[in-house]
């Protein structure tokens, strides 16, 4: 902007822009405009590049490809069922662990269960957790949550071994290390939007709920959550979305075995986990093409959650405006 | 057995039954020593089913909320003492460890990161920062672009990041035929560019309306009102955005992994060829067996958690101070 066109300096104190002004106003909203687009391009130009580059594999393989389950590139042969499996395991796995705490925490902290300073703490250290990168997340995974979950794994495997989730002992990385770190990564996901949906159910309908006696967590299970339900479930989808894509910490602590068992204790493999280990040394003509179809998959994947996740936000704070 | 209680907190909550407390109780049948106390309408049994079940409900939610802050002290902890004790001048001047030596820094992947943040910083917060005018000051709320526009940027944030690291291997590591600094950069601009356009329009939509109006009435145009009057007040909440989105793509690893890659030596200058980077040397040295090599990663992993740590308590230290300033617009 040129000062010397700016109101101040001139000699009245206002006046109306000059054409100079004028041009120069409409020539900055379009190149906004400009930029706010290139947002959009970008994601259509990734989600266009990654379908062509993934578009050889997806023809020579054909849907194969889904339900297979080798990865051999001395035999060109590709299949992602182990991984497709593995990512929808450890994800369910974390959304059942991260929505229970991560739920639970949006009601504390949203229905005035601590004094208004400690609720503001806590918040704030809630969202501390999805400040620390991923990679810090599966360092700590290995040094800490495997050496303490591996003895209970084990003697959950030597007394009830017959139990097929239980079958196989923790050697080290496996299934549950993964999902465990996953959902403490998705937890502030989850509570931080379902909070927001809590925290903007009307005040009114609660004391409504008071009014005729009930119980504090009567309100709560009866009115409150129910009333918040479409923001809640909108936050579990997000969170979801949050653990299908999720990378490092699942690499580190999954243990990338290209299997599909039964056991908790086993070690497994994910979509991201494989593009992790395999893209920096893949074969250019023969993996990448493969990989990009994976990256694909997942894309698709992700895409689908995460959009499904906002509209049902969108859609869930616009029914909310009715009750206002 | 018959309890008085204090109604938790405020004064519409559960106490408020009456006669909940005091089954049967007809006026005529008190007992003498409760002539002089009428029955208080805020009692109850709290013994009675509901009110157990209610103080267990409570007691469940708080231990869970408890539990969950215990991976945050805990992985603060572990970091703080061991990679708090790796600080000497040696750490960030030095490069890695090979195998089995002793000693050694992180000097190189600590440059790294700071080349490629800044590389992907040139990229995303004109980019980021022009969306978010747009979103918030240029484009009316109900216009169909700006619809897409904060659609597109919801979706983007949302995007795992190995798949920026998967597009930007598409289209610069396979275009220039090597795993570049520049590669890098490009997918972390990805990851930042959806970050800084909603904290920007977040921020802009926090200044009171009355200084655009002050600002127009002056003869002011848009432009000017945007450029000197609503950029200036909301830069405080821009500029930790852009420091959030910042300390976010520092600790990013999985982008770089096929990107940016890694390097044993110092950065070279045109960085077209791979460069180091602290994620990247965590992910490495995590799996090794050696003690020196695995204190460096722990040494990377305060770094990070350091940068990431004042650049969210920033956001939060700002947003707590907007609304006692500012008005809603």
Known sequence: ?324 | MTISSQPFGHGLDPGTEPAQGTPGRKLGESSPSDQNKPPHPFRRDLTQGRFLIDSGLTILALTLTFLALVPLVSVLALVLARGGSMLSLELFTDLPPAAGMPGGGLGNALLGTLILVTIASALAVPIGLMAGIYLAEVASPESSIATVVSFAAKVLSGLPSILAGVFAFAVVVLTTGSFSAWAGGVALAILMIPVITLTTAEALRAVPRKLREAAVGMGATRTQTILQVVLPTASSGIFTGIMLAVSRAAGETAPLLFTALFFDYWPEAPFTTPIASLAVLIYNFSGVPYPSQIDIAWAASLILVVAALIANIAVRVVAAQAPSTQTRR
């Open chain 1, 1 to 324: 902007m040129t000062t010397t066109n700016s109101p101040q300096t001139r000699g009245t104190l206002a006046q109306p822009p000059s054409t100079f002004e004028k041009l120069n106003d409409r020539g900055f909203r379009t190149l906004t405009r400009l930029f706010a687009l290139a947002v959009v391009l970008m994601l259509v130009f990734l989600v266009y590049e990654i379908t062509r580059t993934a578009w050889p594999a997806l023809i020579t393989y054909g849907p194969g490809f889904l339900i297979g389950s080798d990865w051999s590139v001395a035999e060109a042969r590709f299949g992602i069922w182990p991984q497709i499996a593995g990512t929808l395991v450890s994800s369910l796995l974390a959304l059942a662990m991260g929505t229970l705490f991560g739920v639970t925490v949006a009601i504390v902290l949203s229905q005035s269960f601590l004094p208004p300073k400690l609720e503001w703490l806590l918040t704030n250290l809630v969202q501390l957790l999805a400040a620390i990168p991923s990679v810090v997340f599966g360092l700590w995974g290995l040094f800490v949550i495997v050496p303490l979950v591996r003895p209970i794994a084990n003697s959950l495997n030597e007394t009830m071994g017959w139990f097929p989730l239980f079958s196989t002992r923790l050697s080290g990385p496996g299934m549950f290390p993964a999902a465990l770190v996953l959902a403490i990564m998705i937890l502030p996901t989850i509570a931080s939007i379902s909070r927001d949906a809590l925290a903007s159910v009307p005040q009114r309908l609660k004391e409504a709920a008071y009014g005729i006696g009930a119980t504090r967590w009567q309100a709560i299970l009866q009115i409150i959550v129910p009333t918040a339900a479409p923001g809640i479930f909108g936050a579990i989808v997000l969170g979801f979305g949050r653990a299908v894509g999720e990378t490092m910490a699942v690499a580190m602590l999954i243990g990338n075995a290209n299997t599909i068992q039964w056991s908790l204790f086993a070690p497994g493999t994910t979509l991201a986990a494989l593009l992790a280990n395999k893209f920096a040394e893949a074969d250019p003509v023969v993996e990448i093409p493969a990989l990009m179809a994976a990256a694909l998959v997942l894309l698709v994947i992700t895409l689908v959650i995460n959009v499904v996740g906002v509209l049902i936000l969108q859609r869930a704070s616009r029914s909310l405006k009715g009750i206002h």
